[in-house]
């Protein structure tokens, strides 16, 4: 028998929730064949086999919570899904047992005692996950007496084994996990995603450690209008990607970043990172949550590079399909509210960033042109930074802010290649 464990994710990855069991106990399973898809707090990830052979076991339920390095499954190596173990794969002349064995995250060698072990913790109100049920059972352990500290009420294998250290069952007293449920037909109780906790968790976060403060400015787009429409078909038939504004504010911010480099920085500890590289993220909302996708070295890229990578990165986000490689180290992030059609806004930091630029609806105002002797119908947008106020001083937000403005607002300064 081999067993199936969670790999390493990425450093500041611990743990995952089990989304979806894309192989059945007595399946068969190839080396290299995707065999569960995990939800993490960033993206979701497929979990391998490193074996020939048959899905024996699975160890964790769908909506379970497992750390790097948990095994979560058994794989009976060198069986097929005709010849393998009966036990996974019951004959059609058992009927009852093959309806519990096809049952999601039920291990197949021992159908009947889970489901009841499974019901046993319902009726007592507690969440807990196969492996913390299993050493519960094996140490005579009560788990309506085991705290926990997860958002949900699980009992996992660590709350387990912290309570075996810490007293015996038969002296606790019983404490609730879980919380009344909600009867009444008007409320629709929704289990929040491990991405949805991850994104309330980490924002939560930023406003209890940065000093994080906004300025605002305001934008005449005009000569970048003039310019998309000017040059918007040359620009697709000579690069296949259309010509959009997020190109025009990534080399705005980045240009502003080179003379403002603390907003390219970070804090660790009590020592400042300034960052000499340019890896911008951008914001990109999906269906599942906020996510934050790296155009790197953005510097170094001209207008079609950045309007090809932002494209295929939020293409990979509505499908689902970015990589922890696609989020990590930016510098600096930008979000665009403005296509939800948002007027103003105060954007959260995306920490350890120092700074984001939030864009905003773009709409036609007049505003006094020519030395304040006329006034014209200008689209403009409002556009904001928040930065850490502990790395940043208002004078240096400030400054960004209208260097942005200038550079918008004369974009010929970017050498635009087309």
Avoid at 19 to 37: C, F, H, T, Y
Avoid at 227 to 243: G, P, Y
Avoid at 281 to 290: C, E, F, N, P, R
Avoid at 321 to 337: E, V
């Amino acid at each position: 028998m081999a067993e199936v464990k969670v790999p390493e994710l990425a450093e500041s990855i611990t743990e995952g929730t089990v989304a979806n069991w894309l192989k059945q106990p007595g399946d068969a399973v190839s080396k290299g064949e995707a065999i569960v898809e995990l939800e993490t707090d960033k993206v979701n990830v497929d979990i391998i086999s490193d074996y020939d052979g048959v899905l024996k076991e699975t160890l964790a339920e769908e909506g379970d919570t497992v750390n790097v390095g948990d095994t979560i499954a058994i794989v009976e190596e060198g069986a097929t899904a005709s010849s393998g173990s009966g036990e996974s794969a019951p004959a059609a002349s058992e009927p009852a047992k093959e309806e519990v064995a096809a049952a999601p995250a039920q291990p197949a060698a021992s159908v009947t005692q889970p489901a009841v072990e499974s019901k046993t913790a319902a009726n007592n109100g507690v969440i807990a996950t196969p492996a913390a049920r299993k050493l519960a059972r094996e140490k005579g352990i009560d788990l309506s007496q085991v705290s926990t500290v997860d958002p949900l009420g699980r009992v996992n294998k660590k709350d387990v084994m912290t309570f075996t250290t810490q007293k015996p069952a038969a002296t606790t007293t019983p404490t609730p996990v879980t919380a009344a449920p909600v009867e009444d037909d008007r409320v629709e109780v929704i289990k929040m995603s491990r991405r949805r906790q991850a994104i309330a968790k980490n924002l939560k976060n930023v406003q209890n450690t940065a000093a994080m403060l906004t300025t605002f400015n305001e934008v005449d787009l005009t000569e970048v209008m003039n310019i998309r429409k000017k040059r918007k078909e040359s620009f697709l038939e000579k690069h296949d990607v259309k010509l959009g504004f997020m190109s025009f504010f990534t080399k705005a911010v980045v240009a502003a970043l080179k003379e403002i480099p603390h907003l390219n920085s970070e804090i660790r500890g009590d020592e400042l990172i300034v960052k000499k590289y340019y890896n911008i993220g951008i914001a990109v909302s999906t269906d599942s949550g906020l996510v934050v996708p790296v155009v790197r070295d953005a510097d170094r890229k001209n207008f079609a590079e950045i309007e090809r990578d932002i494209a295929d990165m939020a293409k990979k986000a509505r499908e689902n399909k970015l990589s922890l490689a696609d989020m990590q180290d930016s510098t600096f992030t930008i979000t665009n509210g403005g296509t939800f059609g948002s007027l103003m806004s105060t954007p959260i930091l995306n920490g350890p960033q120092a700074g984001i630029l939030g864009m905003h609806s773009i709409k036609y105002r007049p505003v006094a042109v020519e030395n304040n002797t006329k006034i014209e119908i200008r689209p403009m947008m409002y556009i904001a930074l928040s930065y850490d106020h502990r790395i940043v001083d208002g004078k240096e937000a400030v400054t960004f802010l209208v260097r942005v403005k200038e550079l918008l607002e004369d974009p010929e300064q970017f050498l635009l290649e087309v």
